[in-house]
């Protein structure tokens, strides 16, 4: 436990003391390299002037410390804070950014979905047409050959449109976002496409049906 002592009983508590820490308004040196004893000792001079002579870093096992060097480590601490900071800034910065772009894809993903999902229900009612004017509705051979057409059709189409759609929304162009929503779902209503998103996870990503080759 640390201990008061009085300046008569300096020397005395010197030889036993693992840390000294000084706080006096004397003058003149008070610790000298011939009072210390011949082991490890930290000492903390704060008196102004220092009472601790800096012979006794040199000639003993001491290790001393005065004002300056706690200056000294409060300038360090203060720049290592501030570097600390900075670094952390720099990270909610990368994250923040990060988070937008997720909630700009996610907007266009929506557009996009709702748009190929309007093309795959044409493609259905029209294959289905396609098959009955064939007289052979039940031909799933020649079915599957008629829609995988019609997939490669709509993903060629739609190729231009998606990137539109994407490059729209990184330069949040959101009215093309919304004539797009607009065109392809009757039921579109503008508070659906500013709804706030919530998820802090990727959005899946919504591409064409299977078997549409996207460019």
């Known amino acids: 436990p640390a201990v008061a002592r009085p300046l008569t009983a300096l020397d005395a508590a010197v030889t036993r003391a693992d840390v000294v820490f000084s706080a006096t308004g004397a003058d003149g040196y008070l610790l000298s390299p011939t009072g210390m004893r011949d082991a490890p000792t930290v000492i903390v001079d704060a008196s102004q002037p220092r ?4 012979a006794v870093g040199v000639a003993t ?6 004002m300056d060097d706690l200056d ?3 300038s360090s601490t203060t720049s290592s804070r501030a570097a600390a900071a900075r670094e952390a800034e ?4 990368e994250e923040l950014e990060h988070l937008l772009y997720l909630y700009k894809r996610r907007r266009a993903d929506a557009a996009i979905s709702t748009m190929y999902e309007a093309a795959a229900a044409v493609r259905d009612r029209e294959v289905a047409t396609a098959m009955n004017r064939l007289g052979d509705a039940e031909d799933v051979e020649t079915e599957e050959v008629i829609a995988s057409m019609a997939d490669a059709i709509i993903g060629q189409l739609l190729a231009a ?7 729209a929304a990184v330069e ?3 009215e093309t976002i919304q004539t797009a929503m607009t065109l392809f779902d009757p039921n579109f209503s503008r ?3 500013d709804e706030e998103v919530t998820e802090a996870e990727a959005p899946q990503p919504s591409g064409p049906p299977e078997g549409v080759i996207e460019d």
């Open 51 to 54: 009472v601790v002579d800096p």
């Open 61 to 66: 096992e001491a290790v001393v410390y005065d």
């Open 72 to 74: 000294a480590v409060t």
């Open 90 to 93: 720099a990270v909610i910065d």
């Open 161 to 167: 449109p998606t990137r539109s759609l994407r490059d």
């Open 172 to 174: 949040d162009d959101w």
């Open 191 to 193: 508070a659906a496409v």
